[in-house]
């Protein structure tokens, strides 16, 4: 009687640590959130505009816009950088950005920017939010400018020659746009073929 007591006494222990490893699984799992693929669209805490491209966890065309008190100024980096666990980092010159994905539609983060030139010293911060634009089904524009035209081929271009086979290729493959394993003269037929739609 008492073996089964113990034993009733363990398999509860048991039980209560199985569904402990679920519940912290689902929560680890419920931080973790994707960002869908596509164009993310919001405003800064200045109340400017902040835009850029999601694809396969790699974000690009970052654009920033930030008010100085004697000028304004604009991040606009074609870089292509991960997204690691669903977080991103710039650190470009003079510029700071920082952002998580809250989930797969949404964004937050933080920007900073510090310069001393002609213009006069401007150090400012702030926050921002995004949302992923929904019903952004172009499929061929490549720099998120909602047209397929020419900055899609510039982005062609600065890819040119990159093939499956490339350790970088994840960050490239995007631009692929006819799936054949390189970025070349095929992509600049599709965009041809697809020169001037809107989305
Ligand atoms: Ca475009
Ligand atoms: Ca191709």
């Known amino acids: 009687m008492r073996y089964i007591k113990k034993w009733n006494n363990i398999r509860g222990y048991a039980l209560r ?14 931080v973790n959130a994707t960002p869908a ?3 993310w669209k919001g405003t800064t805490s200045q109340g400017k505009p902040i835009k850029f491209v999601v694809s396969d966890s790699y974000i690009s065309d970052f654009n920033l816009s930030m008010v100085c008190p004697n000028y304004n100024v604009q991040l606009n980096t074609s870089d292509i950088l991960p997204i690691t666990n669903d977080q991103f980092f710039i650190d470009y010159y003079d510029f700071d950005a920082a952002g998580t994905f809250t989930s797969s539609t949404s964004a937050s983060g933080t920007f900073s920017y510090y310069s001393n030139y002609y213009f006069g010293t401007c150090s400012i911060s702030g926050t921002w939010t995004t949302m992923l634009e929904t ?3 172009c499929a061929y524009d490549l720099n998120g400018d909602k047209t397929v035209g020419i900055g899609d081929v510039v982005v062609l271009v600065n890819h040119w020659g990159a093939k499956n086979t490339d350790l970088a290729w994840n960050q ?5 746009l006819n799936k054949d394993g390189t970025i070349g003269i095929g992509d600049v037929v599709v965009l041809v073929n697809n020169w001037g739609k809107t989305c």
């Open 17 to 30: 640590i199985a569904v402990g490893i679920v519940v912290i699984s689902f929560m680890v799992a419920g």
């Open 37 to 39: 693929s596509g164009t």
């Open 135 to 137: 019903g952004n089904t």
């Open 172 to 176: 490239k493959k995007f631009a692929d």
